[in-house]
């Protein structure tokens, strides 16, 4: 059986959509826990009413994405457990085709679909390596978009393999990927020092130190259906990207290099978010009727 994890929160109509493309087009048995994250919008009713198979657990508060999806694994019975996002749509055969990898390959710990954008165009954390303090510096000097084929420059996203080919990848994203259990049992589950980005990296760096494989699968297709966002929550999602990602380097890097190195690696990835900020402030100025 394959268990679908849904994190929500104030995500009603996306979630209900996300549900009815699981449960349609699963062609394996399945079950579906939706952890609702203090949602304000009646999301949780409305999973109730229109998915009654579907196990909701309510949150009183906002707990941020690792906490709220640790309560929703202690509930999954499946023998594979797929994270997914509200705002994805999965298409048919999606679910049964991720779990045959992970049946044909034991060695497999996760798998990944080809995750697009709603243009067409590859969801660029569908396939990643482990960020470096390269990848940064490479991101910040815009090096990953002008080169995004290349080997060093574009090698966090992947860009030097062929998007059509089935691949071994270091991680995907959790708006789309599908669990071992026995894996994730001797992992452990997702760090909640991470509230809402860099859970999914973390986690797969853990099963790659466990000896677990992880693959990229293009005949398994999903969509992932982003859409614009207010400043303020922006600012927010920009905020705890990079807070993530100095969580992610110093738990996992920090000891393997100098005081000296650790303090570069902060200064780029707060320096960068301050660069962000001010880009967004002066294009919102820019817009501003005069």
């Not at 165009?121 to 482990?130: E, G, W």
């Not at 259906?225 to 992610?248: F, G």
């Not at 690696?265 to 501003?288: D, E, M, N, S, T």
């Amino acid at each position: 059986m394959v268990s679908a994890l849904v994190v929500s929160r104030n995500a009603k109509e996306d979630l209900l959509r996300c549900l009815k493309t699981f449960f349609a087009g699963a062609d394996v048995p399945v079950e579906a826990i939706v952890v609702d994250d203090d949602s304000s919008d009646g999301s949780a009713a409305a999973v109730t009413d229109e998915f009654p198979q579907a196990t909701v657990l309510v949150q009183a508060k906002n707990l941020g994405y690792g906490r709220a999806a640790n309560i929703g694994l202690e509930r999954c019975q499946g023998r594979f457990v797929l994270l997914l996002s509200p705002d994805v749509t999965l298409d048919p055969q999606c679910v049964g085709r991720l779990a045959d990898l992970l049946l044909t390959r034991p060695d497999a710990g996760a798998v990944g679909p080809r995750v697009v954008m709603p243009g067409g165009r590859l969801d660029p954390d569908a396939r990643r390596a482990f960020p470096m303090p390269s990848t940064l510096f490479y991101q910040t000097l815009g090096l990953s978009k002008l080169f995004p084929k290349s080997p060093r420059f574009g090698r966090y996203n992947m860009g030097h393999l062929s998007e059509s080919d089935v691949h071994e990848m270091d991680a995907g994203t959790g708006a789309c990927l599908m669990l071992r259990r026995s894996a994730l049992d001797r992992v452990g589950f997702f760090d909640p020092r991470y509230f809402m980005f860099g859970e999914d990296l973390d986690l797969c760096y853990r099963l790659k130190l466990g000896g677990w494989k992880i693959f990229y699968l293009p005949s398994a297709g999903a969509t992932h259906n982003v859409k614009p966002v207010s400043a303020e929550r922006e600012r927010q999602i920009s905020y705890e990207r990079h807070r993530a990602m100095w969580t992610y380097h110093f738990k996992h890097h920090s000891e393997d290099v100098s005081a000296f190195s650790n303090g570069l690696v902060w200064a780029q990835i707060w320096g960068r978010y301050a660069a962000q900020r001010v880009g967004h402030a002066l294009k919102r100025q820019r817009r501003a009727p005069t």
